[in-house]
Structure formats: structure tokens, C-alpha cells
């Protein structure tokens, strides 16, 4: 069989590719146990803090058994609206244990609605995005409804709770008359929200005793103290973890790329706001003057109309070129997005518009020059020139793949220090450290100011 | 080496042993925030001195692993968002190790600033373009089960501890002792009579080496004053 016909039927790696075969020019040996990806695995069990120790070091560990110490016994709720899919839940599943291993028992509740309910904070989500929004007081009702159902159903006796999100944040209101600390921890971009929804949110919010966000930007100014978490990432997970190069080798023969060439990398969902078509432009600048392979790898073309034709723009955009490969993969693919990203010699991440990029985070933790737009929290992770390379154009990206591609040891140097920038703010047992400071501090465990 | 530890020997118990100790922080925003030079200016003046210290020694700890090319927020800041050169190369080259106190660094910066925005007025209205916020760092002190009270105790210790501890003890140490010092060479100053030592330690250039680098290069000198 010719690797251009490689197709959802005969492979099961190429997903919702049903009309255009993937390009895949060369394909090596293949897997003896290529899993079958149109069903998730089952999750492996979670980690323990000891096994971070090679990665985080012992006095990293000490230093989190300490800080737990004086928060032995007590007890934290999360709560939620998902416990699958999604980047909260991912992170929830992780820290839980974690933290209860440190012996801070906490608990995880997922709360409940109507398809009413998640209309509307799915509305609520975009609109405090900026979108347009009419609040109206049917709306109002309807949130604040099924906010008091699941009230009702749980039970708030521990001695802190973090609400995530809008969705359950007039929760709030159950704390009255009790002890707990109440913390709100905001996972999205409020910088430019819509004034109506963020006023009545605005009232829920300032009750709690803190809020927390993922970057300075998108933070709106409230009168209860803020604090910084940026999202992390698990160097344990199977996205992350270390991988032996005969499993890099054998995903690469899978898919066809070859590894004595140089790898060119963007892994995201096939969406606009990620500019794969601005990618794929960039690549083709480069190649006119360094030898180069371009690996689009993502989601979301399956079940997403938008990025099904999103995808098809992208194979337009390619064209017949053969160095130019487009995987479509399920997100539980992780295992292989792991590989790819070791295979690359170098990644991109050209969005137009972006939450964290967590995508940068993974490519950073790998130690892989890393090429990306200066957009949502991408800064925070690329200090331009140290741990990475930030870029305003399709241009500019095409000069840095020229540039890297031909200055190894540059390339090298911006690789390693992106991993260590990477060890010590975006790494899960970072996450744990600032839950046990920030529970600590509203539970008025005394910090020192300035030393 | 001149220090007169030889005669009594590198296994002598020292009165006080050297605690081992780091420090932990979590990042609280302030809500202050800079679009352009003059705004960084006036929130400079009256930001806490917890955001100052978030913003030189905080963030040099942050960036334990870059070797040369970064020195402050506010440098990186005037470069990446408002690139005015010439005023980022004078803000990176405020040593934190010069001083004893926030509010003795702060006038420093502010001194820059001011020179700069008064002899640049363009540059201090223009529009950055990314605004500069104002952090705080609350800081959490946390011991080591380190605590030794013999030379090659303390140099097990200096191979063993995070690299948060080295920060902790070499850098911010200053702010504590109101010394042009840092905890490693007092304690063998006081402790172990080694002031070559103390001196040679004291010495180290942080801002061409990564803290990494740092703690090698203390732990060799420890391990020249053990021969």
C-alpha cells in the first residue's frame, strides 16, 4: 500500500481524514501493537509525589511536605462543572491525589444542570471573553437556580473551598454562617468581558476571601486580594513523560517522518485563532532556504464542523507538498503528540489568539526551540531570546525557523533554558506548592513581607 | 590559602550550626498597573516594597537558569515592551547584591527613571506594548532537615539543597543581615574563622552564571578551604 492512501480504514492513527488521505510520504517500520485510538484508554493511575523526585529534586519535595505540615487534617473542596475533558478537570485529577497524599484530604465535586444551565454559561464563558451578550433576567434565573440545586446537594464542612469558573460561582452564597475559607479560581481571560455579565458575576465574586487567575492580563480589579497561578503541566502524564527513542523512532516510521531530516512542529486543534494556514506559509518561506519537514498535528477536525473545514484550508494550503504531514488525532492520543514533539527539531506555536499555550509548555518541558506568537499567556512562558523566540508575522517565523535550523547551538541554548523555566514555574508540583502558600495564607498562616 | 582553619582542622564543630532554610512565594496581584515610562514611574514611588523585591531579587530567583541576559523585570520591561534600549541596559545593571534595603534599591531605579523620562519626555508617554503589573511576593520561610555544624557538613549541605536555598541564603540573605554579605560567608567568618573563604564567596558574579553555577562555584571554594 502506498503511504498516500493511508486512511481512517486501513490506519487507525489518521482520524476524520475521510475524504483526503493524510500526506505521509515514506513510511518505515511499522509498530508490532499499534493501538487502536478510536477509544480512550483508561486512564493510569496517578502518580506519586515520590516518583517527582528526579525530577523536582528532594529539597523540592522537603519543601512541599513542609509546607503541608501545619495543614495536616484539614480538608479542601474543588469544585467544577466537568470531571472529563478539559484542561481543569485534567489538572483537578492530578492535584487531588496530590494533595491528599500530603495529607491535606481533598475532595472533588462536579456540579450538575439542566442543558438550560449549560447554555447558558457556556454563554456566560464567551461573553466574559468579550462576545457579545444580552443578560437578561430569565438568564439570571437560570443560573442562579441551578447554582442553589447544587448547593443543596453538597455539603460545604471543609475548611476550604475552591470554586472554578463562573459556572458554579453564586455558590458562594453557602457560605454563610460557616468557617470555611472560600476561594475563586478563574481559569479564563476576563481582561475585556462583557460589562452586563461581569457585573452580576461581580457581586458572587467579591464574597469569596480570594480570586485566583492565570495571568496578571486577565485579571479585572476586585475588592478581595488576587493571586497568580499559571497552569501547569505533568511531567508524568503521558503527554509529558520521558519517552525511550525507539517509541519516538516507532511513532515517526507510523506516521512516515523522517527523522535524519529536520522536523518542523505545530501541535494544536485545527482552529483559526491558531493560524495553521499562517504555519504552513512560514514553513514554505523557510524552505527556500533550509531543508525542513512540517508536522501539523491536532484535533478537533472530528467533531467540530469549524475544524473540519479548518482542516480542509490546511490541506489546500499544503498542497502536494510530500515534507508537509497533517495528522488529525483524537485527544487521547497522548502518548503520540509526546512523541512528535521529541521528534521535532523545532516547535511552533503561531496563534493569533491564546489562552495559556500549554502546547508551549509541553515543547518547552521537551527542551525544543520553540517559535511562537508574543499572544495570551505565550510571554509569560517565552522570554524572547532566552527561552525561546517570540514572533509578530508569518515572516518573522519564517526567519527564526531559518534562523534556528541553522544555528544548532543557539537553538540548543534556548531549548535547555526554556525546560528549566518551565521545572520551575509550569510543573504540576509547582501548582501544589502554591495551593498549600495559598491555603496557608487565607487560613492566616503568617507569611513574612520583605526579608 | 591563608585562613587559619588548617591547625585545627576541617572536622571542628562550630558553636552555632548553619540552618539550612529556603523560601517559598506566591505571586498576589496588585491591581497596579503601567502603560508607558512616567506611569512605571509614579507606581515605582509608592508600590509596596514587597513589589520591589518581587520585581529584582523575586524574579533574579525566577530566572535561577538564564546565565546572562536577564536582571529585573523592569529592565526586561523596558526592552520587550517599550524597547528603549539604553534604559534597559542601565536598569539590568542595578546589581541587587549593592544593597541592604528595598527602599535604598528602589531610589536606585527610581533615579534611572527619572533621569531617563526627564531626558526622553517622548519615551515616557509612549504607549508600551504590553502594560507592566505590579506583583507582590508572600513569602513562606522553610527549614531543611540541613543543619550542620562542620565544614564538610555545610558542603553536603550546599550540594544537596534546592537551588531556592542557595537564592535564599546568597542573595536575599542581604536584606536580612543589612550586610554587603550574604548567610554562607558570615557563617564561616563567625563560625569557622575562615574569612579568605568568606571573602572568596562573597565575590561570585551572579549575573554571568546561573544559580547552578553559583552553587558550584561555592561549593568548590568550600571545598579548597577542606584540603
Given at each position: 500500500m502506498k503511504p498516500s492512501q493511508l486512511t481512517t480504514e486501513n490506519n487507525p492513527l489518521v482520524l476524520g481524514q475521510t475524504t483526503a488521505p493524510v500526506s505521509t510520504p515514506v513510511v518505515g517500520e511499522r509498530r508490532r501493537f499499534v493501538r487502536d485510538f478510536r477509544t480512550p484508554p483508561a486512564p493510569p493511575p496517578p502518580p506519586h509525589l515520590d516518583d517527582y523526585q528526579s525530577i523536582i529534586g528532594q529539597g523540592n519535595l522537603d519543601a512541599l511536605r513542609f509546607l503541608a505540615r501545619d495543614l495536616k487534617g484539614k480538608t479542601i473542596k474543588m469544585v467544577n462543572s466537568t470531571a472529563v475533558g478539559g484542561g481543569v478537570a485534567e489538572m483537578l485529577n492530578r492535584l487531588v491525589p496530590m494533595l491528599t497524599e500530603l495529607e491535606v484530604t481533598t475532595h472533588w465535586d462536579v456540579i450538575t444542570g439542566g442543558n438550560d444551565f449549560f447554555e447558558v454559561t457556556k454563554a456566560f464563558h464567551n461573553a466574559l471573553q468579550g462576545s457579545d451578550y444580552q443578560l437578561t433576567s430569565h438568564v439570571r434565573d437560570i443560573f442562579l437556580m441551578y447554582n442553589e440545586q447544587n448547593m443543596q446537594r453538597m455539603q460545604f464542612g471543609e475548611d476550604l473551598v475552591v470554586i472554578h469558573d463562573p459556572q458554579p460561582a453564586a455558590m458562594v452564597r453557602a457560605r454563610k454562617g460557616s468557617s470555611s475559607h472560600w476561594v475563586w479560581r478563574c481559569h479564563i481571560d476576563l481582561s475585556h468581558p462583557n460589562p452586563q455579565v461581569w457585573d452580576f458575576l461581580r457581586t458572587y465574586i467579591e464574597q469569596y476571601d480570594a480570586a485566583i487567575f492565570?495571568?496578571?492580563?486577565?485579571t479585572r480589579s476586585l475588592r478581595i486580594p488576587q493571586y497568580l497561578f499559571y497552569p501547569c503541566i505533568d511531567p508524568l502524564s503521558e503527554k509529558n513523560r520521558e519517552l525511550d527513542d525507539s517509541t519516538v523512532q516507532a511513532v515517526c516510521d507510523d506516521f512516515g517522518i523522517d527523522r535524519s531530516r529536520p522536523l518542523v512542529t505545530q501541535v494544536s486543534r485545527f482552529d483559526r485563532a491558531k493560524d495553521p494556514v499562517g504555519v504552513i506559509q512560514a514553513y514554505k518561506l523557510a524552505k527556500k532556504y533550509v531543508d525542513c519537514q512540517l508536522l501539523m498535528a491536532g484535533g478537533g477536525a472530528s467533531d467540530d464542523p469549524e475544524g473540519a473545514a479548518v482542516l480542509q484550508e490546511v490541506k489546500a494550503a499544503a498542497g502536494d507538498d510530500p515534507d508537509i504531514f497533517i495528522l488529525d488525532l483524537p485527544s487521547w492520543c497522548a502518548l503520540e503528540i509526546n512523541a512528535l514533539q521529541r521528534a521535532s527539531t523545532l516547535v511552533v506555536q503561531k496563534s493569533i489568539k491564546e489562552g495559556f499555550g500549554l502546547t508551549v509548555t509541553e515543547a518547552l518541558w521537551k527542551g525544543k526551540p520553540t517559535i511562537a506568537a508574543a499572544v495570551g499567556g505565550i510571554p509569560h512562558q517565552i522570554i524572547h531570546k532566552l527561552t525561546g523566540v517570540l514572533v509578530h508575522s508569518i515572516e518573522g517565523c519564517a526567519y527564526q525557523i531559518r534562523y534556528l535550523l541553522t544555528h544548532p547551538e543557539f537553538a540548543q541554548r534556548l531549548g535547555e533554558n526554556g525546560r528549566e523555566h518551565v521545572k520551575e514555574n509550569f510543573l504540576m508540583t509547582t501548582n501544589v506548592k502554591r495551593w498549600l502558600l495559598q491555603f496557608r495564607i487565607v487560613n492566616g498562616r503568617q507569611t513574612a513581607s520583605v526579608p | 590559602m591563608s585562613d587559619g582553619q588548617a591547625a585545627e582542622g576541617p572536622t571542628r564543630r562550630s558553636k552555632k550550626p548553619f540552618y539550612f532554610n529556603t523560601s517559598e512565594h506566591l505571586l498576589r496581584i496588585s491591581g497596579e498597573k503601567a502603560m508607558n515610562l512616567s506611569q512605571l514611574l509614579e507606581a515605582l514611588h509608592r508600590c509596596p516594597p514587597q513589589s520591589v523585591f518581587q520585581h529584582t531579587f523575586r524574579t533574579l530567583q525566577e530566572h535561577h537558569f538564564i546565565r546572562h541576559g536577564f536582571s529585573n523585570d523592569f529592565a526586561h520591561w523596558a526592552l520587550s515592551a517599550c524597547n528603549e534600549k539604553a534604559l534597559a541596559e542601565r536598569l539590568a545593571?542595578?546589581?541587587?547584591?549593592?544593597?541592604?534595603?528595598i527602599e535604598d534599591l528602589r531610589q536606585a531605579l527610581v533615579h534611572i527613571l527619572e533621569d531617563y523620562v526627564q531626558h526622553n519626555p517622548d519615551a515616557a508617554v509612549r504607549t508600551a506594548d504590553e502594560p507592566f503589573y505590579f506583583c507582590i511576593a508572600e513569602l513562606v520561610v522553610v527549614p531543611t532537615s540541613f543543619i550542620p555544624d562542620t565544614l564538610p557538613g555545610f558542603a553536603d549541605g550546599l550540594r544537596r539543597v534546592s537551588i531556592h536555598s542557595i537564592h535564599h541564603h546568597f542573595i536575599e540573605a542581604r536584606l536580612r543581615?543589612?550586610?554587603?554579605?550574604?548567610d554562607f560567608s558570615q557563617w564561616l567568618l563567625?563560625?569557622?574563622?575562615?574569612p579568605d573563604t568568606a571573602r572568596a564567596i562573597n565575590r561570585i558574579d551572579i549575573y554571568t552564571a546561573t544559580m547552578e553555577n553559583v552553587r558550584q562555584q561555592i561549593v568548590r571554594i568550600v571545598e579548597r578551604a577542606l584540603q
Open positions: 492565570s495571568s496578571q492580563s486577565f | 545593571s542595578v546589581d541587587v547584591r549593592e544593597f541592604t534595603s543581615l543589612r550586610l554587603m554579605s550574604n563567625e563560625e569557622m574563622n575562615l
